[in-house]
């Protein structure tokens, strides 16, 4: 007798991807143990999930028997930007304007943190600022802000759960002035406005693009803003 189909999440597929996923985001090659650690998943059941993404050629060892990336890495990736619209637009209006006086930044919202597909540097060379960036903490991020700020009750509280309850009061003060102003802002230590972003969305996909590491008074954040508002028409014209 056949068993009922079941509607429940499959937990291996899920600890399978967020294994693939840390592997990915890291800056060096990661041991059993350490991956473990992260993902708060026993090692026997790390190791297994490794073995099998070696197998197929998501994950590689190096001399270390550590693990890293394999070649289907780079499948993905080109595939992924066959097939994402935003990412398309995004990054060919991006690579178009080079700063020399700020940061040029734009991401979605993946759980609770933002993963940025271009982040040019000032003076950098726009096709650098491609990729390569790691996760950042949303209430941490201007960018995250404005895109959490998009979302509805339930799953903003579902998103912010586990938070720390200072950052969870923090986050809900500021969502009422970034709802009104359509833009999220972030200031120094001295008080200047170091950081913008706003949102935007190309095949009914959500990111932010934000100007950062730069220093401007209160009476520049419209001109800003309306620059930001520029690159988000040409990104959304072209997707």
Same mark, same amino acid.
């Not at 998009?150 to 339930?154: L, V």
């Given at each position: 007798?056949?068993k ?5 999440p ?6 399978g991807?967020?294994? %693939? ?9 990661l041991?059993? +143990? ?8 026993n090692?026997?059941? !790390?190791?297994? &999930?490794? #073995?099998?993404?070696k197998?197929?050629?998501? /994950? @590689? =060892?190096?001399? =270390?028997? +550590?693990y890293?990336?394999?070649? !289907? !890495?780079? !499948? &993905?990736a080109?595939?992924?930007?066959h097939?994402s619209?935003?990412f398309r ?6 690579i #178009?304007?080079?700063y020399? *006086? ?6 979605? &919202?993946?759980k609770d ?10 003076h950098?060379n726009p096709?650098?600022? &491609? ?6 903490? /949303?209430? =941490?991020?201007?960018?995250?802000? /404005?895109?959490?700020a998009?979302?509805? *009750? @339930?799953d903003?509280?579902m998103?912010v ?5 200072e ?5 809900? @003060? ?14 120094? +230590?001295?008080? +200047?406005?170091?950081?913008i972003?706003?949102t %935007? =969305? ?7 693009? /934000? %100007?950062? *590491?730069m ?8 001109? #800003? ?12 014209s072209?997707?």
């Open positions: 007798m056949m009922p189909e079941t509607s429940q499959n937990q291996s597929l899920i600890d991807i967020r294994c %693939f996923q840390e592997l990915t985001t890291s800056d060096h090659p041991g059993t +143990k350490e991956l473990s650690e992260r993902l708060g998943i090692m026997i059941k !790390v190791n297994r &999930l490794l #073995r099998t993404l197998s197929i050629g998501m /994950a @590689e =060892q190096n001399q =270390q028997k +550590k890293r990336p394999g070649p !289907v !890495v780079h !499948v &993905l080109a595939q992924s930007f097939s619209a935003l637009a995004a990054t060919h209006v991006a #178009r304007h080079p020399d *006086d700020r940061t040029l930044a734009i991401g979605i &919202l993946w943190a933002v993963v940025y597909m271009y982040h040019a540097l000032a950098q096709a650098e600022g &491609l990729g390569g960036y790691h996760l950042y903490h /949303a209430s =941490q991020s201007s960018i995250g802000k /404005a895109l959490l998009e979302m509805g *009750d @339930e903003l509280a998103c759960a586990g938070w720390s309850p950052d969870r009061v923090g986050l809900a @003060e500021m969502l009422p002035t970034i709802r009104r102003q359509g833009y999220a802002s972030q200031r120094d +230590k001295a008080g +200047k406005i170091n950081n972003a706003a %935007f =969305q190309v095949g009914g996909a959500r990111a932010g693009i /934000a %100007f950062t *590491d220093v401007i008074e209160d009476g520049e954040v419209e001109r #800003r803003v309306a620059e930001l508002r520029g690159l988000i028409g040409e990104i959304e072209y997707g």
